[in-house]
């Protein structure tokens, strides 16, 4: 008896065998089959649920077409802390959190001497354009790879290429290996640095000339297309002695103006006349870099061969617009309308010809209006003096651990939400860990401080995925943007609804906090898939192993995101 089920067993292994070497390869075709020519994935900065929830309803355009015809997660979410344009984008194609991809922030401190990093400087590199001596940029702070990398290493033939107003939003999200990377440059035009590229090709080449004409020769006066009134809160507001102005039309450019580029922030580039920040603070910087994305398409054959290549697509408008002018007047309402329309006009050009194309949808982080116009609506929000918060806090600490001199550097002097250690002043002070537990408390005892924690209380909380991303604890929100060796001593977050700074010398309207407004994003599948709206939560790094699942790629790493459950669709 034992012989005979032996016998049975070792047959029934046999044929499994036989039937795993037919069926496989037979699934791996299938799959292959299914892959399409072109994958893009659109990340729209600072485009918050409550933006789509605001204004996304009812849309003619590309919007208009994505959300009753993709798989759109309403709930979605950003897991960290931290949410801003870097970390956000570091996450959407790697599926892995900033604690992993090591961009806890736009800039960081470098622990040992105490010296600030953007977390795309490479002085190793120069961007092609810029002026000798600026430290160029590329992806030498991102750690681990990206869907594209996977792609890249499983599909022959597959390229990866970026492109998006940003630099960082471009490389975090294109990763290491990319075929190209492209971001714009004020008074240049579209730019990459020799970390991927000796020279532009030609073709952009020519789009940058042909853009540089135009704005030169033209005037630009930013009308809203379509009516404002009832829908959104126009006016003027006083942030201290620093006036915001919420209303359209705009102008942007009449011949003869000055088009040097410049630093700053739109609030006070507005007052002095800088060209580049007025444009990029309007949708004609988005409708350049829809111009320039196809021109890539077209120029890089991307989705004519038989392999399937990938293009990460950023759009900064929405960011800068928001930033200066709030997310409640006839600003957004007008920039969500005329990215519906391009982003139309887009998707029709990508598919003509036949060329099979997935589309992935989403943002970096989202963001909050700007507090005077909240307040005029009720809403509790208010501003934070952060140079005096920061002295309050330096001084407690001195006296508490019997300084001379101040410990604590902020990672970021506009917006603090992570602390440093001076490195000279640290070496002076005794046990660190009965000096860190102190400074921890402090921080803890401050006025609107929710939650606070060292980064050792952070790294050892256990490993853990909420399948609800609102349930998390502001000390995982934390722990998810804890980049080892580069995250800050000391990570915090402040009370909900406070803006940094009073009055604002930045951005009137802001970003970065660990709560909903900031961390709920739209995330749409689209082109393959059966249209479904979702109300189950979804996070950010699903996005990649998502993709990865649909497409038959393997990750090649652990990561935090789980596959989503998508039905693929029968056409």
Known sequence: MQRTFARATAVNLAVIALLAVLILPLRGAEQLAKRPNLVIMISVDMLSGEIMDRYGAGLPGGLGRLQP????????????????????????????????????????RDRATGKTVYCVQDPRVVDIGEPSGKAGSSAVWFKGTTFGTWLKNQVHGSRVFAISGKDRASILMAGPGADGVYWFQDGFGFTTSTAYAATLPN??????????????????????????????????WMAGNTPVVSQLPRLIQA?????????????????????????????????????????LIRNEHLGEGQTTDLLALGLSATNVIEQAFGNCGPEMLDQIRRLDRR????????????????????ADHGGLDFAERLQDQGIPARRLDTDAWMKELQSRVRKELHLDTDLLLAGNDHFPNELYFDPGVARQLGDRKEWLAKAVNIVRSMPDIAAAASFDELAALPDKRFEDPRAESL????????????????????????????????????HGTAYDYDRRVPIIFWGLWQAERRLDQASTVDIAPTLAKELGIAPE???DGVPLRLSRSLH
């Open 69 to 108: 015809d993709g798989v759109f997660f309403e709930t979605a979410f950003h897991d960290h802390a931290f949410t801003e344009t870097g970390p956000g984008h570091s996450v959407l194609l790697s599926g892995r959190h900033p604690a992993s991809t090591g961009i806890p922030e736009n800039q960081w």
């Open 203 to 236: 073709w952009l080449v020519q789009i940058n000339k042909d853009l540089l004409i135009g704005l030169r020769d033209r005037s630009l006066v930013w009308t809203p297309i379509g009516p404002t009134d009832g829908i959104t809160y126009p006016g003027r």
């Open 255 to 295: 011949p003869g103006l000055a088009m040097e580029a410049k630093g700053g922030y739109l609030l006070h580039e507005t007052q002095d006349g800088s060209f580049w920040r007025r444009w990029r603070g309007s949708p004609f910087f988005d409708d350049a870099t829809f111009d320039t994305a196809e021109a």
């Open 343 to 362: 982003l139309g006009v887009f998707l029709d050009r990508i598919q003509a010809g036949g060329t099979s194309v997935a589309v992935v949808f989403s």
């Open 475 to 510: 000390l995982y929100r934390l722990k998810y943007s804890a980049a080892p060796e580069r995250a800050g001593e000391i990570l915090f977050a402040y009370q909900p609804m406070i803006e940094l700074g009073a009055p604002p010398d930045h951005d009137p309207a802001q």
């Open 557 to 559: 790493e652990r990561l």
